[in-house]
């Protein structure tokens, strides 16, 4: 029952900017990762950024200095703001967390990787 929504896509032109949003709500116990990939028509899903609770952050070499990733804990929100867009960032944007969940049965908890659904973010030259 634990989910996650992204939000936030959409088409800018080349140089401009958007601000993803993604949020887990349900049965949750803790989150620890939670990260951003992408995936482009033909092209395998790769991962664009990710953020431990602590706060350390992992990114892909293609967006290094144009998008942060940042988080908010007591909101288990998690977000990516991507600067200086370019075209071959053009995918659909996947939000995921790891974690431990509540079950509702026993043992009551587990641990499990879950995705979101997905936002578009088109880029035009």
């Known amino acids: 029952q634990v989910q996650l929504v992204e939000s936030g896509g959409g088409l800018v032109h080349t140089g401009g900017s958007l601000r993803l949003s993604c949020a887990a709500s349900?049965?949750?116990?803790?989150?620890?990762?939670m990260g951003w990939y992408r995936q482009a028509p033909g092209q395998q899903r790769e991962l664009v950024a990710a953020?431990?609770?602590?706060?350390?952050?992992d990114y892909t070499d293609s967006v290094k200095g144009r998008f942060t990733i940042s988080r908010d804990n007591a909101k288990n929100t998690v977000y990516l703001q991507m600067n200086s867009l370019k075209p071959e960032d053009t995918a659909v944007y996947y939000c995921?967390?790891?974690?431990?969940?509540?079950?509702?049965?026993?043992?009551?908890?587990?641990?499990?990787?879950?995705w979101g659904q997905g936002t578009l973010v088109t880029v035009s030259s």
């Open positions: 349900g049965s949750i116990f803790s989150i620890n990762t």
């Open positions: 953020i431990t609770s602590g706060g350390t952050t």
């Open positions: 995921n967390a790891d974690g431990t969940y509540y079950t509702g049965t026993l043992p009551p908890y587990r641990y499990l990787e879950i």
